[in-house]
């Protein structure tokens, strides 16, 4: 320990403990503790935790915050030897005491063991989750060198994560145990056509992201930076008739305290046929948590207690909670531009409907209901903003679609996009739920403007939940008409969404849940009827598979019930009505690749179907459920000129390395690496050579975002293109150096080659000809899909220049006396085009079934009177380690000719047919069908007839099968 810097340290507490005696403020303590492997002394004040004393005092950020209340496991940092909550830990009672962070794992630049396990085996994502997830397998392996599976998963228990599903995590900690143990060998690689698209590579941000270097929005400290919170509404349904901030705006520490009349009157949203979102709400509330003022102050605890100080006068109003509800004679209005508060209707008719109910053999009509989810990313929504003195405005935000908040900042604000740059730093997960500007971003940048100070806003756990944007609840209603021969004939759906009390994504997410049910199978007449219905709760918005899980689990479900009518096995019949390549749908959906009836083949033959399909005992159970899935949206959500996708890649002086800028952000899914892999495999470099920078709009060109599973179609064209043609640049160098045409040129391992055979030069050797005769070597590449869909309202939505398809089985375990569901076996066949990366591709499948699991089981959002209840990770239940099944992926054979290098999408693909197949493995295995989601305890005792219907509790709709 440095006796200097503990003087020093001793003298600054005993000058604020002397300050905090005259005000009557609480004392600082002197902490001493050694920090991985260093001693160090600093003051603290007795209430901070060991989290906040890492993160802000000794700037160990690799230490994460995900829910503040020792649910996710994120701050985890070993005490001792023994992994901990730092967040629950307060710092004084770790005083003497030895702490280990990420950032104490590697040593001399070398990873850890368990660190080079994770980046090796694809186990990181996001990220968000590693460095405490890492910790944890640490201090297991300290204490037990072989622990078995079981023993991994409950030591893991505590640490939860969003997008891996658990597989590979247990993998690299197996791994670390036996290093003995041979490479897994990833399904769909390819040793031909490619020398590295088709291979698995590390992802480039995994070591970053294993050590704690990664720097996400909420990492970031800027000089004189201030702490933004907001004060949202406590009533779901209120008039606000008087905002008092004058005692929050007396309050030392406090910089600016802004209200309704500080910021634009500028309505937004997401799509401009529905702007219909204020900044901070100016004469009324609409849901609890709905924003009424912001402040800017020194740190998290004084602008909490200006929060406090700011005096709200409100008129309650009655407010409406439940569909049925909402669409009342009479019910309350939130909108007056929304009359019966139908925020969207939509009525598509294709075919001949009615004409194919006549017709046919078999008609059923069922109902089902999907409820209210979250996404639930380890990272909640941050947004950071500076404003410099010649009035340019820098955020970084943890945002899906960084273009659309320049654009929505600049339309709102009345900024140039040009004098607005907006950063994307390390992502933790969003999957939909960050994929429009928020309050957030628009806050902290009036504050940042209005204190000359730069500006950090973080949502809390609780204060995700009430901003929303998850899962719309749902209730589906489908007539389906069919041949004996099990041959689809119509359908018709009528679908009611609960969209809470704004727009955001909801027109897009109202249509999809309807127009997507048109695939995978072949649908001759198709009819939709649909609603989207404001309540006075939380805006849903859009997530993974933005409204198609939901119908797709009811279709799914109707399908197996329509097999069991007409006797057909439930694969068959899904075979007989298979979507084929170059079919058009009947709302003209133009597919082009597809290998669904391959899939189909694929899963039945990997899952042991026949051989366990009705050979089951009681209480065990299988299920298919099938999914399609767009490769990006045909349209963007603001008519724009713009390209999709474009990107830059420039090679070095040298001809060495090749660094490509785009402007896709990637939030832990890894198209950083394979946008990488592809301009690698287009220049002949390795994938080494390549760097990327990306999602920064001062140097990377327009991405529309990660969103609609899009970034490999669309971003990875514009980096085709683009490297495409820098290659083409240097090409024309050599061939005036060899005085031959260019395009005589044969380019082929990494080297030009002339036309007689005798010449060859290497990709780095011609790059730094070009550059020297030419200066930089740069390409430039755009994608935009081509013109796609009809001409009827609502054409747009779900065109897509290429669609994935795949079929699912699920195997699960049902114990009758409890209730209990366990999903121990997930088997997934893929159509996605050219596998681009084994490793992402199975690890993206594998968080989708997971997720999706959890949806099937647990997870709900519950509001009792406009007020959710379970608002955090104690409450609400995302899946855990010991969660984890089995997951069996798998690819079948196939090229899409407008994809880059045939590729497709795969990532929300596998979220859609999840929900089914645990729903028709649970129906198999105890012979009656539960039809509202989730599949809980209680609702499937309730279909066996062991609580009684007037239990108290949610009920649950069956059917004997």
Known sequence: MNPEATAAQEAAAARRNAEAARTGDVADVLLRLRVNGRALSVAVRPTATLLSVLRDALQLTGTKCGCGEGDCGACTVLLDGEPVNSCLLLAAEAQDAEITTIEGLSRNGALHPIQQAFVETGSIQCGFCSPGMILAAKALLDRNPDPSEEEIKNALAGNLCRCTGYVRIIEAVRRVAHPELPRRVEEGESDDAFSVVG????????????????????????????????????????????VDTSAAEALPGVHAVITAKDVPATTYGVSPARYDEQILASDRVRHVGDAIAAVAAVDDETAERALELIHVEYEILPGVFGIEEAMAEGAPLLHDQYPGNINTEI????????????????????????????????????????????????????????????????????????????????MGGGFGGKAEATRLDFCSVILAKKTGRPVLMEFSRRETFLHGRGRHAQVIRLKTAARKDGTLLAVHAEILLDGGAYTSFGIITAYYSGVMLTTPYRLPNFRFDGKRVCTNLPACGAMRGNGTPQPRFAFESQLDLIAADLGIDPIELRRRNALRPNDVTANDFKITSCEFAPCLDLVEARSGWKEKRGKLPFGKGIGISCGCFISGAGYPIYRSSFPHSSAIVRLSEDGSSATVFAGAPDIGQGSDTVLCQMAAEELGLKYEDVSIVSSDSAVTPTDLGAYASRITYFAGNAVHDAAANARRAVAEVVAEEWAVPADALVFRDGAFHAPDGGRRMAIQEAAALAFGRRGPVVGKGEYSPPPLGGKFKGAAIGTSPAYSFCAQVAEVEVDTETGTVRVTDFYDAHDCGTVINPMTLHGQVEGSLVMGMGESLWEEVVQKDGRIVNPNMHDYLIPTAPDAPRIHSFVVKSYDPGGPFGAKEVGEGASLPVMGAVANAVANAIGVRITELPITPEKVLRALGKVPPNAEGPGTAVCRL
């Open 199 to 242: 291979k698995s590579h590390p992802k480039k941000d995994a070591p970053d992201k294993a050590t704690g270097r990664a720097t996400y929005t909420g990492d970031i400290r800027l000089p004189g930076m201030l702490r933004g919170k907001l004060l949202g509404s406590p009533h779901p349904h209120a008039r606000v008739l008087s």
């Open 347 to 426: 009525h598509h008719d294709f075919g001949d409907v009615e004409a194919a109910f006549a017709e046919a053999d078999l008609v059923r009509e069922d109902v089902f209901r999907g409820q209210r989810a979250m996404q639930m990313p380890l990272e909640p929504h941050v947004s950071l903003a500076r404003a410099d003195a010649d009035g340019r405005i820098t955020i970084w935000t943890a945002n899906q679609a960084p273009h659309y908040v320049q654009h929505q900042l600049s339309r709102v604000l009345e900024i140039p996009m040009g004098r607005i740059r907006v950063v994307k730093p390390a």
